[in-house]
């Protein structure tokens, strides 16, 4: 394998170039499928819910076993107290993720035949509106004529 940035021969996949550090993935190695976004919030919905439940059930348990019994320890009060304060966060990010999840649904393209249909009908009615393109006066935009009025001048080091 050659490292794409200064060309050194003999690199070996998956390790970093000997002569500049870059690092070298190996191209044939299959690439991992993407998770879509869906499937992310329905697991994060799932984990969110299920801590809850078992927090507030916990809770419950340190409240009805420990409340009003002679020495109990300050501690119990503050970790049932914690766990019910958790309970509730879990459950507002329960339903933001539910709200996410509505949105995202929302921002997916159209997937009804008619409702396609009068979209692209929609788009071509505008047709009208644009100017048409001048070809014969193009000039294309360069690079550098973009980039080069960002550039500081370079600082030099005194000594």
């Known amino acids: 394998m050659f490292c794409p940035k200064c060309g050194?021969?003999?690199?070996?996949?998956e390790t970093y170039c000997r002569q500049c550090?870059?690092?070298l993935p190996d191209i044939d190695k299959p690439m991992k499928k993407a998770v879509p976004a869906?499937?992310?919030l329905k697991i994060n919905s799932f984990f969110?819910?299920?801590?809850a439940i078992v927090s507030i059930s916990l809770a419950i348990a340190l409240y009805?076993?420990?409340?009003?019994?002679?020495?109990?320890h300050w501690i119990i009060y503050l970790v049932a107290g914690f766990l019910t304060a958790m309970t509730a966060w879990q459950v507002q990010v329960f339903i933001r993720t539910r709200m996410l999840k509505k949105q995202?649904?929302?921002m997916r393209p159209v997937q009804d035949s008619k409702e396609a249909s009068e979209v692209i009908a929609k788009a071509t009615n505008t047709a009208p509106l644009l100017n048409e393109p001048d070809?014969?006066?193009f000039v294309p935009a360069s690079v550098v004529e973009h980039t080069t009025r960002q550039l500081s001048p370079e600082l030099t080091k005194s000594k």
């Open 8 to 13: 050194t021969a003999d690199q070996v996949p």
């Open 64 to 72: 009805s076993i420990f409340l009003g019994q002679p020495g109990t």
């Open 135 to 137: 070809m014969e006066h």
């Open 48 to 51: 969110s819910l299920a801590t």
């Open 21 to 23: 550090g870059i690092f």
């Open 38 to 40: 869906e499937e992310h």
């Open 104 to 106: 995202i649904a929302k």
